[in-house]
Structure formats: structure tokens, C-alpha cells
């Protein structure tokens, strides 16, 4: 039900963070997140960073492979 | 991600029916063509999980009275500007002069009412628990700014009660991993301890691979189970913030779910001390509910009874160029994901 | 001269005289041009090629062109797409009364320079001036003969089974570079569009490979549209890779946000071409000694399966099928 994409977080002003995914920029609500900070990545969707992003896929796919697939 | 593919090509053993909740989700796995890898003991069913598709016709019926009768400019996802409502589309009404305006977000909605103080704005508001909370963030800014032709029509809902009402129809939940960055784990805690098994997934092949090859291991094991495979966003508390500010505006309610019927307080309004951004109270629209005949199986194909190909509308008089049925009408609805991925292997497994 | 177009310019009197000699004749002319009811040319040897397009673009400027470089890449392109040189174009311009003449100048200014650089020469034109609110700004239609000097037999309907499908550049840049510069989705991002005319390396490549089967123009439908087309007009089937299909990091970010398809975003300087395989590495060879096919990849291959279709080779190893083209490219949230 949610297109999601992965961004990073260039600058944050009050509620609202400018995000980068692959060169493509746009201003979206921080308001849903505490004390984002630029660097971060954050998952957006519908104009508002939703969730903070702690690890890649492939490395978390590997991770979660080995607790339970081997 | 090879450790998965394999699980799930080589798995022989009694039928086990994963059922995705989520629209993007269905959506991913057909263009990921995972049906084609999967062994046939493996069954995928395409559950609610499309707000456009579950979004009832009388509700794009107001819409349009809003932009016909009204003059509000709609502002909406692009998703529902194909939805048929009983009575008429908003491509319908776009097509007769109505002023009906796709937007990245509700945020954009609420500012391009901002500059245009002499119309009416209204924003199409559905969507489940991961864009409720945009769309309350426009609500918030539009009361601290005092943008007065600013409104939003309400047909946000909320999964857990679906969970419920569906848990017979499958052996796991594929949890839709975006609802569950909101709200956390606990709902889906609470189906396991009703002894409804799942897996939080996330949206990439790697994710998606690795979820389910994960829901396939465990329920050989036999035993309910609730595994987190998306714990890079996915955090067991959500994200208390958004919580905080949906249930500050907004309160549960009844939903009519197309398709489905009336699942109670599965569905999000307004409280009354927002109701100035009420469409429905702000231009009191009149009740459209009417009872919506089509001969497709709507309901059956969203519970996972049914496959879309064994409606007798499918890929004849409901195509994706003509929807019929709610599940033919987004892209990730469950029919026309079907429609246009499927049938690699003859039978549109 | 005024600031503005206003509607005497389209009289046809000393208005529209001066119009044609401060613009279009500075910036378009040569040996043939007129100003008479017909341009007169020599005739070419063999057989010619024509086609005709119609140019309507809002905003009329983008990163990486505006609608006068536009409007001569477009038939340039369709004509070399038959495996024919481009000679003559003329252009009829309709303009919305009150449009900058700087701007027209400008656009002006592109379409001969973009003329000059694909060897083409526009010999005559026509101007309209419509009234405010009659058309958006300005819509340029240009029409266009070349000759077709090898022995080619291009068509859609070519492709056999077998083929090496081949794009010429990175797709979608011009629909991304359009949706950027109309601002509606509040989105940033460094994309210039990839006008380009392309009959040099179309013409290098037939010369060289006359056993070429296929040359199409991925214009507004993008690639996926064409390769759909294909499809139905040589009944065959078509698998492309996903992992190998060229796409520019800052459009897919774009697309990613949206939720589009950059296989149905718009090109303006991408070719797809469709030659026996073995004709595949010399393809890309001749392709990558010209600048703007550079970038050229094969991205698949032509089937005698799944008749009709166009398939994709995901990045996890399954199969799906494109969605099929035509629906209106809207952003999604689901």
C-alpha cells in the first residue's frame, strides 16, 4: 500500500528536511521523526519521512539468513 | 539471498498459503516475477492491501459532487484519479472542466490552497496507517496557519480488524513493512498470540526473498510465529511521534471496505474539534451510499477466496483501460497486477 | 521591433515581413531558403524519405534544449530512422499572441544551429500568430525529406527472433527533464533532456550494417512503448534484462519517488535498433564513436515466445512482463 523510498537526509529545518534519493531532491515533513539529523536515512513516503533507515538490504537479507535459513 | 530462492524453489510439503496485505507488495512481487520461483506448494493470495482498490465507490462519488457541485479544486494521489465511483470518475469530471489536481503529497495540497485563498481545496485523504499521518501533518498546518479553504474527505483506514477478519484465509501474513514503521510490532504480537503467524517485510528482492523463504521455514516448524524481517526500518515502538499526532486529530471509526462489507472502527475520521477541515461536515455532502452491483467477485478476489482469473469479468469486460471491479482499477490492485504481470505461466501463477 | 508578438505579425503584411527577416531568416537561412510560395531544390538521386511531426512542449524551455531544437531532432530523427539522410525541413509555427520575441528568437536561434549540426537545411516556413489563450505559448510543425542512400529496408516490422535489441543512451531523460522544469511534484534534481539529433550514427551504422532490421525513434511513449510496437508489427516476442537497461542515477531517483517507469518516460535523442546478433558488438562499436549514442547498451534480445509481449528479466532472476503502454503516467502512492 506504500511506495516507499530510501533518501538521505541533506539538511533539517524544523519540521522539514530536505532529502537527496540518488540525486533527486525534495523537502519533506520531519515532524513524524525525533531529532532527525542530515546524514541520516530515512525510508519517505506521501511527502514525510516515516521511518528511520538502520541498515541496507542486503546486509539485513544476510543477517536474518543466517539466524533463521541455515 | 541464493539461500533464499532456494528454500522457496525447492519446498515440498503440505500447501502453504501466504497472504500480502499490502498493495505495494503485490505489486513488487509480480515485477519481481517471485511467483515464477516459487514451488507450486507455495501459494501467494493478494489480500486488501490497496487503499485505492478497498476505497468505497460512493467515496470517489463525493469526490466528484465536491468538484461538480461545489467548484472545490480536489487535490489527490494520482492512485484514485481512474477509481469508477457508481455515478462517475474523476477522470470523468476532469474531462467536463472539474479541477482535479494530482500531488505528491497532502502537504502540497494544503499549500496550493494556501495561495489560492478564493477557492476551496479538498484533499483526497485514504490511504492506511503509513499516510494518515501526512495527511494529518497538512490538517495541523492548515489549522496553525489559519488556511480556512483547506479540507480533506476522509477514508483513511486502519489494517488490524482486516487482520482479523482475514486470519482464516491464510497460514502467514506477509506484514506490509511501511504500516508497521508507524504503528510497530504489537499488532502483529497480538495476532500471534491469537495464534496468527507473520512475517514484517520489507519491499526490494532481497526483502521480499528472504521474508518469505523465512515464513516458509517457520511454518514447517508447525508452531504460530512472528519474525521481524525488516528490522533496518521496522522498530518494535513505530514511530510513537506519528501515533501521537494521528490520535490527536483523528479517532477510529467504522469503514466500509469495498469489496469486504463494513469491518468496524477499521476506518479513520476527524475528531469534532477538526470538523472545520471535515469535507463532509464543511459542505455537508449528502449521503451517496447505494448499494454498488457488479457482477465481479471483488470481494472474494480481496480475501483471498478467489484468483483474479477465476472472476468471470477478468480480462474481458474489466481490464486495466476500463476497470470494473475495484481490484482492476490500481496498478497494484490485485486483478490488475494480474492482468498485467501475470499469465507467465499460463495459468497467472 | 515590439517586445511582443501581437496579431498584425500574422497579417501577412510588413509585420510579418520583418518578423521573418529579424528571425527566421537570420537564424535559419541558407542557399535555398525562401520567401517565396516554394522553396526549389535539386532533386536527390534515389529514393527519399519523408515524415512530418507536430511540436506542442510546456515549458517551451528545458535543461538540455527548448521546442525549436525539438521540433528539428524530432523529424531529423523519424527520417533517419528509415535509413535516410536528412536534406530539407520546413516549420510552421503558430504563436500565442503576446509571446516575448526574445523567447522566439531563442527558440529560433536553436532550430538553426540543431539544423546546422544534423546537416539539414531548412528551406521554408510559415507563421500564425493565435489569439492569447488560442494555443500555449507556441506549437512548431515541421516537416522533413531526406534520401535514402544505401540499400536499406528498415521497418517495425523487421525483428526476428534471434535479434539483439539495442538502446543508444540512458532512457528517459526527456520526460524527466519536462516533469522537473513543469515544478509540480516540488522535486530537484540535475537532469537535462536528451534532444539530440541522431541521423549521423543511424547513418554510420546502416552503412555499415545494412542486415540492420530495425531503427525506431523512442519518443513520447519512451522505450517500452516502442518495443511493444515491435512486437505487434513483427509478431515476435521481446525479452529485455532489467539489470541492463540504462538509466541515469537522478532519474531513477526521480521516477523512484513518483512511482513511474522510466521504460515509458520520454526520450528525444534515443534510438532503439534491432540487428542480428551477430552484428551486435560492431552495433555498439560504430554507436559509441559518436557522442550521443555513447552510451549505447544491448538491453535484450527478440523471441518467437510469448508472441506480442515484451518480458523482463528481473534482478532477483525471475521473469515479468512490461505493463503494457498507454496509461497516463501519474504518480502514485501504492
Redesign the interface.
Same mark, same amino acid.
Given at each position: 500500500m506504500c511506495v516507499g523510498l530510501s533518501a538521505k537526509v541533506v539538511s533539517v529545518k524544523g519540521d522539514v528536511a530536505l532529502v537527496d534519493s540518488s540525486g533527486a531532491r525534495r523537502e519533506v515533513s520531519a515532524a513524524l521523526l525525533d531529532d532527525l539529523e542530515p546524514g541520516e536515512f530515512v525510508m519517505v513516503h506521501a511527502g514525510a519521512a516515516i521511518a528511520r533507515i538502520t541498515s541496507d538490504d542486503i546486509t539485513e537479507s544476510e543477517d536474518l539468513a543466517k539466524e533463521y535459513l541455515s | 539471498m541464493n539461500e533464499a530462492a532456494t528454500i522457496l524453489k525447492s519446498y515440498e510439503g503440505p500447501k502453504i498459503r501466504i497472504m500480502e496485505v499490502c498493495g505495494t507488495h503485490t505489486h513488487e512481487i509480480f515485477k519481481l516475477g517471485i511467483r515464477q520461483i516459487l514451488s507450486p506448494d507455495i501459494e501467494l493470495i493478494s489480500g486488501p492491501g490497496c487503499p485505492v482498490c478497498v476505497t468505497s465507490a460512493d467515496y470517489i462519488d463525493e469526490a466528484c459532487w465536491l468538484a461538480r457541485e461545489k467548484g472545490c479544486v480536489i487535490t489527490t494521489f494520482g492512485d484514485l484519479v481512474k477509481v469508477p465511483g457508481i455515478k462517475s470518475s474523476m477522470i470523468k469530471e476532469r474531462g467536463q472542466g472539474a479541477d482535479i489536481n494530482v500531488v505528491y503529497s497532502p502537504q502540497d495540497a494544503v499549500l496550493a490552497a494556501g495561495k489560492d485563498p478564493d477557492r476551496e481545496y479538498v484533499f483526497l485523504s485514504v490511504g492506511f496507517e503509513t499516510t494518515t499521518p501526512s495527511d494529518v501533518i497538512a490538517v495541523k498546518y492548515a489549522k496553525e496557519k489559519g488556511i480556512k479553504n483547506f479540507s480533506i474527505l476522509t477514508a483513511n483506514k486502519t489494517m488490524p480488524r482486516a487482520y482479523e477478519v482475514l486470519a482464516d484465509s491464510t497460514d502467514c501474513y506477509l506484514y506490509p513493512g511501511h504500516v508497521h514503521a508507524i504503528t510497530g510490532t504489537a499488532d502483529c504480537k497480538a495476532m500471534l498470540a491469537k495464534g496468527t503467524s507473520g512475517v514484517i517485510a520489507g519491499f526490494t528482492g532481497p526483502e521480499l526473498l528472504t521474508a518469505l523463504a523465512v515464513a516458509v521455514k517457520k511454518c514447517q516448524e508447525g508452531e504460530p510465529f512472528l519474525v521481524n524481517c525488516y528490522p533496518r526500518v521496522v522498530k518494535d515502538e513505530g514511530s510513537p511521534a506519528a501515533m501521537r499526532l494521528v490520535n490527536e486529530f483523528m479517532e477510529p471509526c467504522d469503514a466500509l471496505w469495498r469489496g469486504i462489507g463494513v469491518i468496524p472502527m477499521s476506518g479513520m475520521k476527524l475528531r469534532d474539534e477538526f470538523s472545520e477541515f471535515d469535507a463532509r461536515v464543511k459542505f455537508a455532502i449528502p449521503d451517496m451510499k447505494e448499494e454498488y452491483k457488479t457482477p465481479c467477485r471483488c470481494g472474494e478476489v480481496l480475501q483471498g477466496k478467489i484468483k483474479p482469473f477465476e472472476c468471470p469479468m477478468f480480462g474481458k469486460a474489466c481490464i486495466p483501460d476500463h476497470p470494473v471491479g475495484a481490484c482492476m482499477v490500481s496498478d497494484e490492485g490485485a486483478c490488475s497486477a494480474y492482468y498485467m504481470y501475470g499469465g507467465l505461466t499460463g495459468n497467472g501463477r | 521591433m515590439e517586445d511582443k508578438i501581437t496579431l498584425s505579425h500574422g497579417s501577412g503584411g510588413h509585420k510579418t515581413s520583418e518578423l521573418i527577416a529579424d528571425i527566421f531568416k537570420k537564424n535559419l537561412d541558407n542557399e535555398y531558403f525562401t520567401a517565396d510560395d516554394a522553396a526549389v531544390m535539386p532533386a536527390p538521386d534515389g529514393k527519399i524519405a519523408m515524415s512530418t511531426d507536430g511540436f506542442i512542449v510546456s515549458p517551451w524551455k528545458f535543461p538540455g534544449g527548448n521546442i525549436g531544437k525539438l521540433s528539428v531532432c524530432g523529424t531529423v530523427n523519424d527520417i533517419a530512422c528509415m535509413g535516410a539522410r536528412p536534406l530539407y525541413l520546413t516549420c510552421s509555427y503558430v504563436i500565442e499572441e503576446g509571446f516575448a520575441v526574445s523567447d522566439l528568437e531563442e527558440i529560433a536561434k536553436a532550430m538553426g544551429e540543431t539544423a546546422r549540426k544534423a546537416g539539414v537545411k531548412i528551406v521554408a516556413g510559415d507563421t500564425k500568430v493565435a489569439g492569447k489563450g488560442q494555443v500555449d505559448g507556441l506549437f512548431i510543425t515541421t516537416a522533413g525529406v531526406g534520401v535514402i542512400e544505401n540499400e536499406v529496408n528498415l521497418s517495425g516490422a523487421f525483428a526476428k527472433p534471434g535479434d539483439s535489441i539495442i538502446v543508444t543512451g540512458d532512457i528517459g531523460r526527456h520526460g524527466c527533464a519536462i516533469l522537473l522544469a513543469r515544478d !509540480?511534484?516540488? /522535486? !530537484?534534481?540535475?537532469v537535462t533532456s536528451d534532444c539530440a539529433p541522431l541521423a549521423e550514427p543511424a547513418l554510420a551504422v546502416v552503412s555499415k550494417i545494412p542486415a540492420t532490421h530495425v531503427i525506431r525513434d523512442a519518443t513520447r511513449g519512451g522505450v517500452g512503448t516502442v518495443l511493444y510496437e515491435i512486437c505487434d508489427a513483427s509478431d515476435v516476442g521481446i525479452e529485455i534484462v532489467s539489470d541492463d537497461i540504462p538509466v541515469d542515477?537522478?532519474v *531513477? #531517483?526521480?521516477t #523512484?519517488?513518483? @512511482?513511474l517507469e522510466p521504460l515509458y518516460l520520454a526520450c528525444e535523442g534515443r534510438l532503439v535498433i534491432i540487428v542480428p546478433s551477430e552484428f551486435e558488438d560492431k552495433t555498439i562499436e560504430i554507436l559509441s564513436g559518436f557522442e550521443e549514442t555513447s552510451g549505447a547498451k544491448v538491453i535484450g534480445r527478440v523471441t518467437d515466445e510469448?508472441k506480442g509481449k515484451v518480458?523482463?528479466? %528481473?534482478? /532477483? #532472476? #525471475?521473469? %515479468?512482463?512490461l505493463?503494457?503502454p @498507454?496509461? !497516463?503516467l501519474?504518480? *502514485? /502512492?501504492?
Open positions: - | - | !509540480e511534484y516540488g /522535486i !530537484e534534481a540535475d542515477p537522478a *531513477r #531517483g526521480v #523512484g519517488l513518483l @512511482g510469448h518480458v523482463m528479466k %528481473t534482478s /532477483i #532472476g #525471475g521473469m %515479468t512482463f505493463p503494457p @498507454g496509461k !497516463e501519474l504518480p *502514485r /502512492i501504492c
